[in-house]
T-cell receptor, first 115, second 113 residues
Framework: DAKTTQPTSMDCAEGRAANLPCNHS???????VYWYRQIHSQGPQYIIH???NNETNEMASLIITEDRKSSTLILPHATLRDTAVYYC????????????????FGKGTSLLVTP | DVKVTQSSRYLVKRTGEKVFLECVQD?????MFWYRQDPGLGLRLIYF???????EKGDIPEGYSVSREKKERFSLILESASTNQTSMYLC????????????FGQGTRLTVV
């Protein structure tokens, strides 16, 4: 299973871009990179995922390096409500790809957005 | 909106009791999951199910069992609750296959006294 490495914590000023890095140097060719976040006392929330191309949605952008060994989640204009723990996850196949999979959550990055 | 609903937000049980945690999803998802979350340990997978009556052990299944009699409902059972099972329990669901996101419930904070 590909493992991920993230910084334990980061700070970001409100209104600035928050760039959250993730290393996944053992990722295999058919594994996706997922990002989730967990706001205090809530369940995790899906943000975005990608395979090798950069992705963007209404919440964030995901930049994956060409060798796929690392990625960066970008929150373009961070707000106080973006304060949360952010998890970078590589998909793990628990059974086979047609029947199911499970997400292995690590410790994540605790992002604090300050006024 | 996708909804994953856990039956209780907070629960207090006594040691040795049989405890049922219920989870219901309304999106016709094939996959359902139970995780527990503890400070410093992150989220750990207990069990997951990829179809009705199908289940697979996660990383920490000891002391737990699960039941999936209907597609929309996935139950976590603590046969004999112990204090080390005090934790936040999170249920999630997703479509079959590995390219779709999982949706989580709000969690059940279980305290075993």
């Amino acid at each position: 299973d590909a493992k991920t490495t993230q910084p334990t914590s980061m700070d970001c000023a409100e209104g600035r871009a928050a760039n959250l890095p993730c290393n996944h140097s053992t990722i295999s060719g058919n594994e996706y990179v997922y990002w989730y976040r967990q706001i205090h006392s809530q369940g995790p929330q899906y943000i975005i995922h990608g395979l090798k191309n950069n992705e963007t949605n209404e919440m964030a952008s995901l930049i994956i390096t060409e060798d796929r060994k690392s990625s960066t989640l970008i929150l373009p204009h961070a707000t106080l409500r973006d304060t949360a723990v952010y998890y970078c996850i590589v998909r793990v196949a628990r059974n086979n790809s047609n029947s199911g999979y499970a997400l292995n959550f690590g410790k994540g990055t605790s992002l604090l957005v300050t006024p | 909106d996708v909804k994953v609903t856990q039956s209780s937000r907070y629960l207090v049980k006594r040691t040795g009791e049989k405890v049922f945690l219920e989870c219901v999803q309304d999106m016709d998802h094939e996959n359902m999951f139970w995780y527990r979350q503890d400070p410093g340990l992150g989220l750990r997978l207990i069990y997951f199910s990829y179809d009705v009556k199908m289940k697979e052990k996660g990383d920490i299944p000891e002391g737990y069992s699960v039941s999936r009699e209907k597609k929309e409902r996935f139950s976590l059972i603590l046969e004999s609750a112990s204090t080390n099972q005090t934790s936040m329990y999170l249920c999630a669901s997703s479509y079959r296959g590995g390219r779709t996101e999982a949706f989580f419930g709000q969690g059940t904070r279980l305290t075993v006294v």
